[in-house]
Each structure stands twice: as C-alpha cells, then as structure tokens.
C-alpha cells in the first residue's frame, strides 16, 4: 500500500469518465498501444491518450466503451504523438492492462467521486 494521504490530496487528482469516440493503431509506440479519442462532455471536450491496452480490447471494442482518465496532468509527448490524459487501468496476473470503468452509463466528463 503506497503512503497515506489526505482527502485533498485525493481531490486534487482529477478523474473522469469519458467516452472513446475513435480509437487507431499506435505503431511508432515503443510498447503496443492504442491512440485513443474520447468525449468528456461539454466542459472538457475531446481530449488525445495513448494506451497500452492491446492485450485485452480491439480498436472496435473500445468505440463507444466509457473509460476513466485523469485529466489534469500535463500533456506527454510519446513518440509523435501527444497524450492529453492519462487513461486508467489495472494490471491483470501477466501484467496486460483492464481498463478501468463504470459498471453503468454515466454522462461524460462526471467527476470520480
């Protein structure tokens, strides 16, 4: 378990829900992964991230499928390609990524809670 922290310090990381609208292949990535587009909504849009998530999911399992994504980091530049969100996930036994998500439709870009 990592260090203890605050319930600020948790409010500061900003999580939302957001829907894959498009989703391409990444081959100029170092490790397999995906370019994803996602909607937010209205108040953050359509943000750019890279994921690591080919083990599990297709290009066209993910349109369409909502997803959770830190959108308060600063953008990182991978390759030629620069991710604007960070979108989350969880290590399965082999170390492949499950995406992590809502178990029901939620509107894009609802804050984690």
């Known amino acids: 378990m990592s260090e203890e922290i605050t319930y600020g310090d948790f409010e ?13 292949p990444f081959p100029e990535a170092r490790k397999p992964a995906f370019k994803l587009l996602i909607d937010f909504g209205p108040e953050i849009g359509v943000k750019k991230s890279s994921a ?10 993910l349109v369409g ?20 969100v960070l979108t989350l996930g969880f290590e399965d036994e082999a170390g ?11 509107p894009n870009g609802k804050k984690i809670m």
């Open 12 to 24: 500061r990381v900003d999580i939302r829900v957001g829907t894959v609208i498009e989703a391409k």
């Open 52 to 61: 690591q998530i080919t083990v599990h999911y297709t290009l066209d399992d």
């Open 65 to 84: 499928r909502q997803v959770l994504c830190v959108v308060n980091f600063p953008p990182r530049q991978i390759g030629p390609f620069r991710s604007e």
């Open 96 to 106: 492949a990524i499950v995406l992590a998500a809502p178990d029901k439709p939620v």
